[in-house]
């Protein structure tokens, strides 16, 4: 087990390179980059460029946004928040560089802005330079190569990091730029280069390029030249269909055909300025399975998986002192999950969630996607016209059928008794109680008759002329109850249906997820619906049916809206707090702690409706919330051991709270964490980005209730409130009493609006 220390204490070796001269020195002519000493022609050919470093003293940075300085390690999330970091040296107040995220699983505003000085661009451009010349000795023997990039120019692609890095690369190789869709083209460039500098080539480009060329070309086979490299830089999350790196090795392979161990995987982020590779140096073999990237070691990595302490080895977050990042001058801590060995190689687990979370909410990978449908699994949203001039009667739009009423309720009756669901929920949620509670919430609101299931169906489509008569819907990976009300109203009338199986958080592959055990059940009940496979996803070329369901957050509505061109419906952002008093508190009954409990762990927090903050309206003594954080530990102790990920992630958002003044109750060893804040001047910034985290608003300051949920804007749909507690005056948020935030009603509306009463673009909020 490696030793945890300060993370301080891991860097203190690196203040000997506080000097940008020395630095500057040290990566050209000191650095035993990767393994082994590097030839001297690039090295000298840098080491003449002109850059202004003697009075640079010491690593300087300036965080615009927030006007202070982090005493350890700098969250990459920072480059996200609104005003992004402005960058600067003592010599220069101006930025010379500014690069973005790629944006390929978020939306625009939620991109990264990675800004650079003058020289922090200049190391930038040293250190990438230097690592790449190494990668070309190390797996070839030499650097005479010479390049071809799918990935776009500079003029193209202006705030990429990537694109920028290639252009570095042209200074000193020669490289010709490739149509990554014309693989006409792209064969021509390769054999010109070939037959002109008979050298072997490198070829670079993102994932996503190589997959859809591929893709495009169909049979065809594109052959490097003997001794040539593949340098792939990841990236397929939302621009091209889901392929796993073993796979995607073995593409690249024989449409290449080139060796696996001549592909080079390079790990890099706008927010840095060093890049890790994963290559096979030259006369040795090593399995996929085997490699690891590795940072030249001008780079320090560590892991983090509790938000104070550090190791140099173990499973993690990835925390990186880029000492060629000058102008940051302390460790970046990613989003990145990898097991670190000792002598600073790592292998990428996955990512660590700490996005926002937005309940029952999908990804924009999760819908759309460029995989070729059979026709059975396609879509079409082309939407017939509504004459508004004769509005049949509810019965004719709706074509409710007693009969199929009774299959649902009978259905949804069952569920409560399955025993598999019951076991297949205790391993989602990671807990028999947590199981208990959903099963229980979701038999509360089931309807007990035809008659009340048919009142539930005109309430979903009141005020319709018109009804779709093909339906489509992908619900989300958080959990299986989220599209079940929307389902069983739909499968009441006369409508074909299709739905998108989700890959339910917390199942695994060989037990059958609860979503698998609530179809199956549906089927044997004499309901028609088609399940369409997990990898599904909607593009622009899946025709079919006449209006989709989303279950997904505001984002990721607008990013996937090109692809529809029909009838959309979609619940969007939705946030559920719980409101109690001072009063509550120092009464509190074993009801009251439990309901509370209940409205904010109830689905492991995955659900829309479970409360995402606890608002106490008076000053409560901390001593108080600390014997309920035991409460809850105790009450939900059959909790499953937490995973590395999920600790690391945990202790990410941990970390994210404490900057902004919240106080942590509790050790690592809770599996349930409490963050305690006594005044802030944003709600929204409070919301925990994590599950099992439960964070409390101890308002000393008696504000208003309505001014204080303002910063929420529009997002807030649900509150659960004591009786001690003055309703607020909010239009259109329901309240519901203590302990019932997650026990919604069957009756035809999400958060009391009907459910497609209208369009997306009038009720995605």
Partial sequence: MPQKKPIEQI?????????????????????????????????KQLATVDIRVENSSKPYWELISE???????????????????????????????????????????????????????????????????????????????????????????????????????????????????DADSLLNIIKGCHETTKKPVFLFGTAFHFIDMIDQAGLRKIPLPEGSLIFETGGTKGRTRTVHRPELYQMLSSFFVTPIDKIVSEYGMCELSSQAYDFVPLGKTKSLADRTFKFPNWCMPMVMDDPSMASESGIGALTLWDTARIDIGIPIQTEDLVHLNSDGSFQLLGRIETAPLKG???????????????????ISLAREGINL??????????????????????WLQGLTKNLHLFDALKKELGSPTLAEWAIHDFSCGIPLSNAAMKIAAEKAFEGRTKIESSWMIIPPSSHSFAAIHALAILCCIDVRIKIRRPNIRGAT????????????????????????????????????????????????????????????????????????????????????????????????????MAGRLAIIIGNVDLELIRTFHQDVN???????????????????????????????????TNKITTVVFQDSPFISEMLPRHELVFVVFNSPNHFGLTSLLHDLNGDLKQISMSQNVVPPKLTSIKTVPLGCLNSPVLDGTHFGKSYFASELSENSN
């Avoid at 990978?365 to 995989?371: A, L, N, S, Y």
């Avoid at 990920?645 to 994210?656: N, T």
Wanted: hydrophobic share 35%.
């Fill in 509 to 608: 592959p060989e037990q059958s997820s609860s979503f698998d055990i609530m179809m199956n059940d549906a089927q044997k009940c004499g309901i028609t619906v088609d399940v369409l496979p997990t990898d599904w996803r909607l593009t622009s070329k899946t025709p079919s049916n006449d209006a989709i369901l989303f279950f997904g957050s505001n984002e990721t509505i607008e990013s996937i809206s090109t692809y529809c061109t029909g009838t959309r419906y979609g619940m969007g952002n939705a946030i559920s707090i719980s409101v109690t008093t001072e009063k509550d508190w120092t009464h509190k009954s074993e009801d009251f702690t439990v309901n509370l409990i209940r409205d904010h762990f109830a689905l492991r927090q995955r659900g829309c």
């Fill in 11 to 43: 860097f203190t070796k690196a203040t000997s390179l506080s000097s940008a001269t020395l630095l500057w020195n040290y990566i050209i002519n000191t650095v035993d980059c990767f393994a082994q000493p590097l030839s001297s022609t690039l090295l």
């Fill in 634 to 668: 105790l009450l939900l102790d059959d909790l499953d051991s937490l995973s590395k990920q999920d600790k690391s992630g945990r202790a990410l958002e941990i970390v994210r709270l404490s900057q902004l003044g919240g106080k942590w109750i509790g050790d690592s």
């Fill in 67 to 181: 006007g202070v300085k982090p005493d350890k390690y700098l969250p990459i999330r920072k480059f996200r928040s609104q005003n992004p970091i402005s960058l600067a040296t003592p010599e220069t107040s101006e930025t010379q560089l500014v690069f973005q995220s790629s944006g390929t699983t978020t939306s625009a505003h939620l991109r990264s802005k990675s800004g650079f000085s003058g020289q922090g661009a200049d190391f930038y451009r040293l250190a990438c330079l230097k690592s790449f010349e190494a990668v070309l000795r190390l797996t070839s023997g030499h650097e005479d190569f010479v390049g071809i990039s799918v990935v776009p120019t500079v003029n193209q692609w202006p705030d990429s990091s990537l694109a920028r890095m290639v252009h570095w690369f042209s200074e000193f190789w020669p490289i010709e730029y490739a149509d990554y869709l």
């Fill in 360 to 378: 029952c909410s999908l990804k924009v990978d999760e819908v759309k996607g460029q995989i070729e449908q059979n026709e059975g699994a396609q």
């Fill in 389 to 410: 001039t004769a509005i049949p009667s509810i019965d004719l739009i709706l074509g409710f059928s007693p009969e199929k009423s009774a299959k649902v309720l009978q």
